[in-house]
């Protein structure tokens, strides 16, 4: 159906126009702006404190999902099915 309010108004019908009202945002623009300013310096401040290093980052790649406990669903926890625990990561 036509996005033009005038156009649907004059030519389609109230019974065949399905078209509900848009919610409103839950966040105004900026709201959005200050959660992502503030994601920013914590991110920045992380990266002072030295949590962002290449070893802490290999290390939280291959932690960030803990093995199951079902043996079926063991593969759901690995980076690639092609890549081992023990080998290197590389970023291309």
């Known amino acids: 159906i036509a996005y033009d309010k005038e156009f649907r108004e004059k030519y389609i019908p109230s019974w065949y126009d399905y078209s509900i009202e848009n919610p409103p945002s ?3 623009r900026e ?4 959660q992502i300013m503030a994601l920013q310096k914590r991110l920045a401040q992380r990266a002072k404190n030295g ?3 290449p070893e802490k980052l290999d290390k939280m790649r291959r932690e960030i999902h803990q093995r199951p406990e079902d043996e079926r669903y063991a593969h759901f926890a690995k980076l690639h099915p092609g890549v ?9």
């Open 31 to 34: 709201e959005l702006n200050w």
């Open 26 to 28: 839950a966040w105004t």
């Open 51 to 53: 949590e962002f290093t």
């Open 84 to 92: 081992d625990d023990d080998e290197d990561l590389e970023d291309e």
